[in-house]
């Protein structure tokens, strides 16, 4: 898997933040780059580091979601926590761009969801359970682009997840936040706002990376 370039861009000749943006293209194009070899082999890769995690082996209810395209794939870790009993909750998303969940019951449960121009989704065809659903999750498990060192995660943009994590933090409830990536994603630094939060760890195909403690 290729490196990805950091973008910094210059005001008056000082170096401010990357733009995300740029990132966002930049990680995208090594991961377009992928075969669907690599993103099969990584996907068995990477169930097997998750499913070894505590957070994991321990949990009754998950919040996940349905890799598309070159992202790192997580059905074989979705049926994986449906085997041992877990209730895995999947997104399906609203108009707004906030996140309605329902339960994944396997790949018959999911349907093909085209979203206007945006990307096409596989989504839970069952019962809507609300946006509430989520916080009675023990673990949380989030898309992204990258992670840096302090846990921060760079997102696609579309600020669905970023409302999770508020409707999480409104709530007080405390699951564990775990992104899945590809190794060379997890880097040394990412563009962070304020109102961004981090995870607690990242899992790759590699190993797994832990950034903070649950509460």
Do not use: C, I
Not at 21 to 48: F, H, I, K, M, Q
Not at 162 to 172: H, I, K, N
Not at 173 to 187: C, F, G, I, K, T
Request: hydrophobic share 40%; glycine share 12%; no cysteine.
């Amino acid at each position: 898997m290729g490196r990805v370039r950091v973008h910094t861009l210059s005001h008056v000749g000082r170096p401010t933040e990357p733009d995300k943006r740029a990132l966002r293209r930049d990680y995208l194009a090594v991961r377009n780059r992928l075969t669907a070899d690599d993103v099969r082999e990584a996907a068995s890769a990477l169930a097997g580091q998750a499913l070894d995690l505590p957070e994991l082996t321990g949990a009754r209810t998950v919040a996940a979601y349905v890799s598309v395209g070159s992202e790192p794939g997580t059905l074989t870790l979705l049926d994986a926590l449906r085997e041992r009993g877990v209730r895995v909750l999947l997104p399906a998303l609203l108009p707004d761009n906030d996140l309605d969940w329902g339960a994944y019951t396997g790949e018959g449960s999911l349907a093909r969801v085209q979203h206007g121009g945006k990307m096409t989704l596989f989504e839970p065809v069952g019962e809507r359970l609300g946006p509430d659903a989520v916080t009675g999750a023990d673990v949380v498990l989030l898309p992204g682009l990258a992670v840096d060192g302090r846990g921060m995660r760079l997102g696609r943009g579309g600020g669905s997840y970023d409302r999770v994590l508020a409707r999480l933090e409104r709530a007080g409830a405390r699951p564990a936040l775990v992104v899945l990536l590809y190794d060379s994603e997890v880097v040394a630094h990412v563009p962070a706002e304020a109102h961004d939060r981090p995870v607690h760890a990242v899992v790759t195909p590699s190993g797994v990376r832990r950034f903070r403690s649950p509460a």
